[in-house]
């Protein structure tokens, strides 16, 4: 297939690029600038200029396409509401140019918007209420009524690999910058991972087999207890742990409290079991304890 991705050159989305042409797929990959697309060009892949606030280019896209991956997100925290917004618009652009084609449109979103289920979150879970800034799956949602074949894949809140600009070296700079790591509580709180190269295989699987409507989640690792993340961290920096009581997390972790303090442990068996998805790279905790992540 011929298969249009945004954020092609990010984090995940470049990792989808390759997974895709590897396993013999064309690729238009959304490059906002001329070195992106000079980026996209060296790995042989079509540049199409534009950017999600473009939806002339978006659409086009999506229109010379056989199918649309949606990796791309603005991760400017400051303007986390406006860019949640901002995405919601893109998927509906995208989905408009595909109405009635029954096209594969896969949108991106996260276990986290389940966080707060008291149990471990598992695909058929559904965002519930207006609580949650991120509406990509409500954007799927009404996509689909297009006779557009919306699916949705879930990453987990640390997806992790080489190159990773995530939640994890958020962790690492507040550390350095504190002299501590640290955790709220006794970190018994909870987060999901993948390496983001499973992540790749897992969008490819799901353009090549996936149904509509369905929702996958990117989860290689149910539950990593975030205090165990913090070990890692103090163990490379030479620091030691420290346990933060609520008010102690606001001061020392500002906006990313409620990240740090999030418990979601989420399951992938019917991801797996649908679609033959099984992850072999290494685990948050092992690959955090390479140098790549304390020399960025």
């Not at 992106?36 to 060009?41: H, P, S, V």
């Not at 961290?233 to 620091?239: T, Y």
């Amino acid at each position: 297939m011929r298969v249009f991705v945004t954020g092609a050159t990010g984090f995940v989305g470049s990792a989808v690029v390759q997974e895709l042409l590897s396993y013999g797929h064309q690729v238009l990959g959304l490059a906002r600038s001329a070195q992106a697309a000079e980026q996209l060009g060296k790995v042989g892949v079509e540049a199409l200029r534009g950017d999600l606030a473009d939806h002339q280019s978006l659409k086009a896209g999506a229109e010379r396409c056989d199918a649309t991956i949606h990796t791309g997100f603005n991760h400017d925290f400051s303007r986390f509401a406006e860019n949640c917004e901002l995405d919601r618009q893109a998927i509906l652009a995208m989905g408009e140019a595909m109405a009635g084609s029954h096209k594969p449109f896969i949108v991106t979103s996260g276990t986290g918007v389940l966080g707060g289920l008291a149990r471990t979150a598992v695909e058929t879970d559904r965002v519930l209420g207006s609580n949650v800034p991120r509406r990509s799956e409500q954007a799927a949602a009404e996509v689909a009524k297009l006779g557009v074949k919306t699916m949705v894949v879930r990453l987990a809140p640390s997806t992790h690999g080489e190159g990773d600009h995530g939640f994890v070296p958020l962790l690492i700079h507040f550390a350095r910058q504190h002299g501590a790591a640290a955790c709220v509580g006794e970190g018994v709180n909870r987060w999901n991972a993948v390496h983001r190269l499973d992540a790749a295989a897992l969008y490819r699987l799901a353009l090549e087999k996936g149904e509509a409507g369905a929702h996958y989640h990117a989860v290689a690792e149910e539950a990593v207890p975030f205090v165990e993340i913090a070990k890692v961290i103090a163990r490379r920096l030479g620091l030691g742990v420290k346990h933060l009581t609520g008010e102690e997390a606001a001061a020392y972790f500002g906006w990313f409290s409620h990240f740090a303090g999030l418990d979601i442990a989420a399951s992938s068996a019917l991801t797996r079991q649908l679609l033959g998805w099984q992850p072999t790279r290494p685990g948050l905790l092992a690959d955090l304890d390479n140098p790549y992540y304390f020399t960025q």
